[in-house]
C-alpha cells in the first residue's frame, strides 16, 4: 500500500475492521471508519463516522464529510457484516433481509460513492472481506454464504465496469481469524469446519494485512475482480 494513503474502513467499530483501522492509523494512514454505532478507537489518524450501510443518506453524509475534509479515498475496506449460523428452516425473513441488506446491498451503495472520489482521484483500491462459507457450502450459513458469494460477483461484475479506470475490485475470503467472528461457533463446529481446510490455522493480523497491502499497491494495479481464499480452499 502506498504511504500515507487514505482508506475507509466499513465495520471499524468492531472485530476485524476495528483491527484494521488501529494498524493502518498506527502505521501512518488516514482512516475514517464508518459504522452505525460509536467507536472507542482513538487515534490522531483514525476519524469516525456513524453511517447506516443500509440508508444511502447516512452513506451519502459520511462520504461527502470525507470529500470536505480534502481526502481522496485511495483504498476502501468493507468489513461490515452480520452473520448468524442458522439452518434454512429456522431462519427468520427479517434476519435473512438484515443480512442482505448489510452484507451485500450496503457494499453496493457505499461502493458507488466511494467510486465516484477514486475516479476523481484517478487511483482506487476497493477490497471487500468474503468468506470461506461459500466456496465450503457450510450448513447452517445459507443466507449469509449467499450474500458473500454475491459480494464477490458484484466485485468481478464492478471489475468490468471500470476497465479504463485505475481502480481494482477484489476480494479476500477469510478462513478463521482470532477475535469475536469465532465466538457463535460451538468447539465442535469450529472442528469440523477446521477439518476441511488443508490450512487451518487461525489467521492472524499481520496475514490479511499482508494481503490486502498487496491488493492494493501499484503491483496489483492489473489483478482485478478475483477473490482469494485463505485456508487452501477454491
Same mark, same amino acid.
Given at each position: 500500500?502506498?504511504?500515507? !494513503? +487514505?482508506?475507509?474502513?466499513?465495520? !471499524? ?7 484494521? *483501522? ?7 494512514? +488516514?482512516?475514517?471508519? #464508518? ?17 447506516d ?17 480534502? !481526502? ?11 452473520a448468524s ?7 427468520? @425473513? +427479517? &434476519? ?6 448489510? /452484507?451485500?446491498?450496503? *457494499?453496493? &451503495?457505499? +461502493?458507488? @460513492?466511494?467510486?465516484?472520489? %477514486? ?6 483500491? %476497493?477490497?471487500? #472481506? ?18 458473500? *458469494?454475491? &459480494?464477490?460477483? %458484484?466485485?468481478?461484475? &464492478? ?6 479506470? /485505475? ?13 469475536? %467472528? ?13 477439518? #476441511? ?17 498487496f ?8 489483478i ?11
Amino acid at each position: 500500500m502506498k504511504p500515507g !494513503s +487514505t482508506i475507509v474502513i466499513v465495520g !471499524s467499530r468492531r472485530g476485524l475492521g476495528r483491527s484494521l *483501522a488501529q494498524h493502518y492509523a498506527e502505521h501512518g494512514h +488516514t482512516v475514517f471508519g #464508518l459504522s452505525r454505532g460509536q467507536s472507542k478507537l482513538v487515534h490522531e489518524r483514525y476519524q469516525h463516522i456513524c453511517a447506516d450501510v443500509t440508508a444511502e443518506d447516512t452513506i451519502q453524509r459520511a462520504f461527502a464529510r470525507i470529500a470536505n475534509a480534502g !481526502s481522496l479515498v485511495d483504498v476502501l475496506i468493507y468489513s461490515a457484516a452480520i452473520a448468524s449460523p442458522n439452518y434454512a428452516l429456522l431462519t427468520p @425473513h +427479517t &434476519l435473512a433481509s438484515q443480512m442482505l441488506s448489510t /452484507n451485500l446491498l450496503g *457494499a453496493f &451503495l457505499v +461502493t458507488r @460513492h466511494a467510486a465516484r472520489l %477514486m475516479k476523481r482521484n484517478g487511483f482506487g483500491r %476497493m477490497i471487500y #472481506l468474503s468468506s470461506i462459507v461459500v466456496p465450503l457450502g457450510s450448513p447452517g450459513q445459507v443466507v449469509y454464504s449467499a450474500s458473500k *458469494a454475491g &459480494l464477490e460477483q %458484484m466485485a468481478y461484475t &464492478l471489475s468490468r465496469e471500470f476497465p479504463q479506470d /485505475n481502480i481494482t475490485f477484489n476480494s479476500l475470503g477469510i478462513s478463521f481469524y482470532a477475535s469475536s %467472528m469465532l465466538h457463535g461457533l460451538s468447539e465442535r463446529a469450529l472442528s469440523e469446519a477446521r477439518a #476441511l481446510l488443508s490450512k487451518p490455522n487461525i489467521l492472524q493480523l499481520q496475514e490479511i494485512v499482508g494481503a490486502i497491502d498487496f491488493l492494493a499497491s501499484d503491483t496489483a494495479r492489473n489483478i482485478t475482480g478475483q477473490t482469494l481464499y485463505f485456508g487452501g480452499v477454491r
